[in-house]
């Protein structure tokens, strides 16, 4: 990661909680230090996974909310 | 051609005047971010599934009683019910530690449904499973934190505040986590793909 931001910086910035002018900056030193760019595609690659390891409650779940919601 | 996404704000109003198709495409919108929230916290698929129908019964009495006020923030505000029942569960078990791995619980049981044929679904489906029980194994807090920001969709300032410690604190324990996650997908050489 670049000297002026820090790990935290970059976890901010990709959940947009990085107000201008930081953010401008961040995008900048990503766009531009190829050393960030590899850093911060581990840490996108790292986060999106997330997404994909999402699995649904079993239909009977929500068929008991539901249930629940009618009678309530 | 751009498809129109009813809000959760006009799902709860509909629900709330007595729509229950309205509350069936909440829970469908939100109910995989609230499972797998709860499936890493309890590290357990039957307490999940209770903790999950328990977190909607939630719901709909704060709905039906008019006291929701949490406007715009459904999501986050369903994850925090979810993990404080989590942790009221805890409490009820006795457990400092999140649940120890049981024979129950296998990697079998978090596997969905598929076509034996289908080869690749089913690698896949087993390194996203596999990733899945490697985030359960991360510290509490660390879990608490990449839940609530990712799936939960909370502020660090949010979090903070529903964990009772500093932003810079919820920020390193986010840090830590992915630091940890990393570490633990290098040292069980699961191959990430973009």
Same mark, same amino acid.
């Given at each position: ?14 959940? @947009? ?20 760019? !590899?850093?911060?595609s ?9 997404d ?6 079993? !239909?009977?779940? !929500?068929? @008991?909310i ?7 | ?5 009813t809000?959760?704000?006009t ?11 309205s ?8 109910? #995989? ?15 999940? &599934? ?14 039906? #009683?008019?006291?929701?006020?949490? &406007? ?16 009221? =569960?805890?409490?009820?078990?006795k ?21 034996k044929n ?7 489906d087993q ?13 509490? &807090? ?7 920001? =990712? ?12 964990t ?5 604190t919820?920020?390193g ?22």
């Amino acid at each position: 990661m670049a000297p002026n931001f820090t790990l935290s910086d970059y976890i901010r910035y990709i959940y @947009n909680e990085v107000d201008f002018p930081d953010c401008a900056l961040i995008q900048r030193t990503i766009d531009t230090d190829p050393s960030v760019q !590899v850093d911060y595609s581990k840490l996108v690659l790292s986060l999106g996974f997330l997404d994909r390891i999402l699995i649904d409650p079993p !239909v009977y779940c !929500v068929d @008991n909310i539901m249930q629940y919601a009618r009678t309530a | 051609m751009r498809k129109f996404v009813t809000s959760d704000k006009t799902l709860i109003a509909q629900f709330i005047k007595g729509n229950q198709d309205s509350l069936n495409q909440l829970i469908k919108r939100h109910q #995989s971010k609230v499972f797998t929230s709860l499936i890493i916290l309890v590290k357990n698929r039957d307490v999940a &599934e209770d903790l999950f129908q328990e977190t909607f019964i939630k719901v709909i009495k704060t709905l039906k #009683s008019g006291n929701y006020n949490e &406007e715009g923030k459904f999501l986050p505000w369903v994850i925090r019910i979810a993990h404080n029942l989590a942790i009221d =569960h805890f409490r009820r078990e006795k457990r400092v530690q999140m649940v120890r791995d049981t024979d129950e619980y296998s990697v079998m049981n978090t596997l969905p449904f598929y076509d034996k044929n289908v080869e690749d679904k089913i690698v896949v489906d087993q390194i996203h499973s596999d990733l899945r029980k490697l985030i359960e194994e991360l510290p509490v &807090e660390q879990k608490e934190v990449l839940i609530m920001r =990712h799936y939960g969709n909370m502020s660090f300032k949010d979090i903070a505040e529903t964990t009772e410690v500093s932003i810079n604190t919820s920020l390193g324990r986010m840090r830590y986590a992915l630091i940890n996650l990393r570490k633990l997908i290098k040292e069980h050489n699961i191959v990430l793909q973009a």
